[in-house]
Structure formats: C-alpha cells, structure tokens
C-alpha cells in the first residue's frame, strides 16, 4: 500500500519575520565593523599627524553609519581635534558638540567631561571665553563628582589657561586705556594665578614634575604680567632648578631667560646680564643659532642700559650676523636701529647715519611703512646733528676735548615690528637740553614698572615653550610652529618702554 507523504507545511509569518531580522542584524553588524574599522585606521593616522588621510577614514565611518555609539563618539572626537589641527575652529565646534551630545545620550560622565573640555579649548581660540570657562567647569564639576584628581588637575589648569588668555586678549584688543580694561584685565590673570596655585597643588601631590613644571611656569609668566616681578622670580628660580633636574635644556634656557626678563624690571640690570649670558651658554651648547641671536639682543640692550657701549655694540653685531645668516629680516632691522643707537651714544653720529641708511633701506624693502618713517626721521636729525658739530668745530676756540659723549637726536626713537614676537622695546633719550646716554631708559628702577596691567600685551601663553616677551627680546629667529604657551608663553609690555 503507497503511503501518501503530507504536504510541508508553508513558513510562517513569525520565521519570515526571525529570517529578516537575522538578516538585518548581520548587516548592521558588518556596517558596524566597517565603521569601527575605519575609525581606528584614521584616529591612527591623525596620531601619526596625517591629518588629511585621517580625517578622510573618519568622515567615511560617520558616513557608513553605526549602532555603536562609543564608535561614533570616538570618531566624532578625533574629527573634532583634526580640524582643531586645522585651525578650523568652527568645524571642530560642531563635531565636538556631536560628540557630547553621544556622550549624554550614553549617560557616559567621562565622555561628557572630555567633551567639554575640546569645546572650551575651542571655544578659547574663538576668543569666546565666557563660554570657554563654562564649559572648564562643567569639566570641573564632573571631575569631582567622579573623584578623579587627574582630572580635576586638567581642568583647573584649563581654567587657568583661560583666564590667562582673557587677560591678554583684553590688554591687546585696542579698546584704549581706561580703568575698567585694567580692572578686568587684573582680575582675569588674578584669577588665573588662583586656578594655577589650584592645579599645582595637584600634581606636586601626583609627583608629576612635567606638570607641575608647565604651570609653574604659567604662574611666574602671570606674575610677571600682573608687574610682580619678585614672585615672577620665585616662580623662574623653581622652574629652572626643576628644568636642570629633569636635564631640559629647552626649559632651562627658557627660565634663565625669563629670569634676565624680570630683573630689568626690578633695575637690576647686572643680575639680569648674568642670566642672559647662561641662556647663551644654554643655546649654544644646543647648537641653537635663533636662540643665540635671541640672548645677544638682550644682552645688547642690557648693557645699553648699564650704559656699557662698547659691550652692548659687541653683542648687538653678533645679533645683526645671526639674523642676515638666518634670513630674518625683521631682527636685521632691529639690529641696525640698535647699532645706530649704541653708535651714537659714543659720539660716532657717522657710523649711527651709516646705520640709520641701512634700517631705511631694508624698511622700504619690507614695507615697514613706521620703520620708513622713523629710520628717516633719525637720519634727518643726525646730518642736523653733523652739520652743527662741523660748523661747532670750525668756530670754537681750542680747548680741552670732552670727556661726555654728546646728547642724542630726540627723534631717535624705536621700530615696532609688525610682528608681535619681533619687539624693540627699547627707545632714545630725548635731547631736550640734558645730558641723556641712555638708549633704553633714563629713569630710576623704579620707573621701569609697567604703568598699569591694562598695557601688559604680552605673548606668554599657557604651555607654549616660548619666553614671555622681555623689554626687549626678540623673537626666536625663524620659528616655524611655535606658538608661545609655557615659561614664555604669551610676550609681554610692547608699549612699556615708551611709558618709563
């Protein structure tokens, strides 16, 4: 007897429905790792600094989609910082935006916290401060409420830092004197100093010596720029006996230079050529040639203002070789005003014309439409000065030559540099019927305070590794990258002199 096999029975809806689902889900999950895998390839190769290549995988992730929101937090976060790399800010904004957005939605306080420390970072390069320290204490708040000192330590630096970038960004914004910018301008570097006292409290307790190095060095800079040079000092000494610890020579030459800084504003200009001449030692045995040119401009003007002529006439042609030998045409100006002004402090007016040529040459050539100006001014004021020493010379009796180098033109005064980093603080004596050998300044120690916080522009920044800017250090000769954060950081007074 043939038996009849039943029909199968059709799938029901329910496995339809399970097959499609299993299918889905293997899709997402490839998805997903093709996103993740791209993710990785180009956070390594932003860490390599192939920002471009990098930001071309991570784009292509977020574009691939994912369920994985730790993935996309991550990818957010890396795109965030390479266009940060970038320096364009408002792009960095948004993907560092995304990111907390994924960080809140993950309930993920960690991920909140780094989030809104790139936002104030970038907020900060916008010049957006306020929003920049709200969300600083965000970070803040969140580090405490976690308990993580590490963290805490980062962000009361980052307050610091902030605070510190007000404070320069108010002096220099070109809003004029008045007692509200100096009150503001005070109470942010005031406020600074507190979040670094805060911050290094921390890390002398985590035992971090790189740390605590970076913020005692952005302590002595904020007290040099708020004119309390002996706690800048205080501050410069720790640093540099840490530095020479740690065996860094970047660091120690930084702080003794730094050190030779404060001393001229304390009038102790002997003290301040001793720290120079280290920082020269320093950077020659770095076999640094821009640093060097760097201490033998402010030894030359150094000791212009211990009036030692012949020493600061030395130092200021080293200085003018290491720039034409650099190309740095900036610094070969500086030197030729410089040399003219040391030449005619020792009665050699001609030498001091030939100088003066030379300056308005290479102004013309730069287009240094102020340099222009002044190095001709200066020229018209020295044939003045030729012509009248000729026709003293021809009428007056014979008698006994002077021991006093004649007085100067009063219209030999300083070239600002369009180039912040690049400053000559330094300016002649006006004549006006008194003995004035001077280059620098004529005045008492002191004088040789800054008026007033308000006029403190400086180019120290937080963890930038370059001088605060002295009377009248140049700039390191053709540095590329840097930036000015740390020991330097942020330079200083670009309109001191002129108020001694």
């Known amino acids: 007897m043939n038996t009849i096999n039943p029909a199968p029975k059709p799938p029901s809806r329910f496995s339809f429905r399970r097959k499609s689902k299993i299918e889905k889900n293997s899709k997402q999950m490839a998805a997903d790792r093709a996103c993740a895998d791209l993710a990785l390839k180009g956070e390594q190769l932003c860490r390599q600094e192939k920002w471009e290549e990098g930001v071309d995988c991570l784009e292509r992730a977020i574009g691939l989609g994912t369920s994985d929101l730790k993935t996309l937090s991550a990818a957010y976060s890396q795109l965030g910082n390479a266009y940060f790399n970038f320096q364009d800010y408002h792009t960095a904004l948004e993907y560092h935006q995304q990111d907390l957005s994924v960080a809140r939605t993950m309930c993920d306080k960690l991920g909140e916290a780094k989030a809104c420390s790139n936002i104030g970072s970038t907020l900060k390069a916008l010049n957006q401060f306020d929003e920049a320290v709200a969300c600083y204490r965000i970070h803040l708040d969140i580090s405490r409420e976690l308990q993580d000192k590490v963290m805490e330590s980062r962000a009361l630096y980052n307050l610091g830092n902030v605070y510190h970038a007000r404070g320069k960004h108010v002096s220099t914004a070109g809003a004029g004197y008045n007692q509200d910018v100096e009150d503001n301008v005070r109470s942010s570097l005031e406020q600074a100093a507190r979040y670094y006292e805060a911050n290094l409290k921390l890390v002398r307790d985590f035992g971090d010596q790189l740390a605590q190095g970076k913020t005692i060095g952005n302590l002595a800079n904020t007290y040099y720029l708020l004119g309390n040079f002996k706690k800048a000092i205080k501050y410069h000494e720790e640093r540099l006996t840490l530095a020479q610890s740690l065996n860094d020579l970047q660091a120690v030459r ?178 006006g019927g008194k003995k004035q050998t001077r280059s620098v300044s004529t005045v008492s120690a002191d004088h040789t305070r800054p008026q007033s916080v308000s006029h403190l522009h400086s180019n120290t920044s937080p963890d930038s590794g370059v001088e605060q800017l002295s009377p009248h250090n140049p700039s390191p000769v053709l540095r590329k990258g840097e930036t000015g954060i740390e020991d330097s950081f942020f330079d200083i007074l670009t309109k001191v002199q002129g108020q001694r």
């Not at 320093?282 to 030894?299: G, H, I, N, P």
């Not at 070789?321 to 190309?327: D, K, P, S």
């Not at 900036?330 to 030449?343: C, D, F, I, R």
């Not at 001709?376 to 006994?400: A, G, H, W, Y």
């Open 254 to 431: 930084r702080a003794l230079s730094n050190l030779g800084n404060a001393h001229v504003f304390l009038g102790k200009y002997s003290t301040a050529a001793q720290h120079y001449q280290s920082a020269l030692s320093v950077a020659k045995e770095m076999k640094d040639e821009a640093f060097e040119a760097q201490s033998c401009y402010s030894l030359g003007n150094t000791y212009t203002l211990m009036e030692d002529f012949e020493l600061a006439k030395e130092y200021h042609q080293r200085h003018l070789e290491y720039a034409v030998q650099l190309g740095d045409r900036v610094g070969e100006t500086q030197a030729y005003w410089s040399l003219g002004n040391v030449y005619s402090s020792l009665g050699d007016h001609h030498r001091a014309l030939q100088y003066a040529n030379r300056h308005l040459e290479l102004a013309k050539m730069l287009g240094d439409y102020e340099g222009m100006q002044t190095a001709t001014q200066n020229i018209e004021d020295l044939v003045n000065m030729l012509e009248l020493s000729t026709k003293f010379e021809c009428t007056r009796p014979p008698s006994r030559p002077s021991s006093r180098p004649p007085s100067r033109p009063h219209s030999l005064k300083k070239t600002e540099s369009t180039d912040y980093l690049h400053s000559n603080t330094s300016s002649f004596g006006k004549s």
